[in-house]
């Protein structure tokens, strides 16, 4: 089944930041854009909607290095939100806690 995936501004900004240092950024996230219209579940659950994925980085050369995607699944919408990206080189982990006001944004409008 085929959802509607939408980027929100912070997942614009940290595209266009990892974009300076890795040019081939937007190839791979068609590709991801691509596996989320096929299979929206194919992250790990966080919990309340909340999934994050390993995405490949062409430049590095697979997902293990790769980057982080962070993304809500607004069901009753059938919508994917990209919440955020980021390099697994450059940040080990990322407090979910951030996401909440994202969230509530996005729920209530």
Do not use: H
């Amino acid at each position: 089944m085929s959802c509607e995936i939408v980027a929100t501004p912070t997942f614009t900004k940290d595209t266009k930041k990892l974009f300076k240092k890795y040019k081939s950024i937007k190839k791979d996230i068609l590709g991801l854009i691509t596996q989320l219209e096929q299979d929206s579940n194919c992250g790990t659950n966080l919990g309340n909607n909340l999934f994050k994925i390993r995405v490949k980085n062409s430049a590095v050369g697979g997902k293990r290095g790769g980057y982080r995607v962070v993304y809500y699944k607004k069901i009753n919408l059938n919508k994917i939100y990209l919440l955020t990206i980021y390099s697994k080189k450059q940040t080990e982990n990322i407090d979910m806690k951030n996401f909440k006001n994202i969230i509530q944004n996005i729920d209530n409008s």
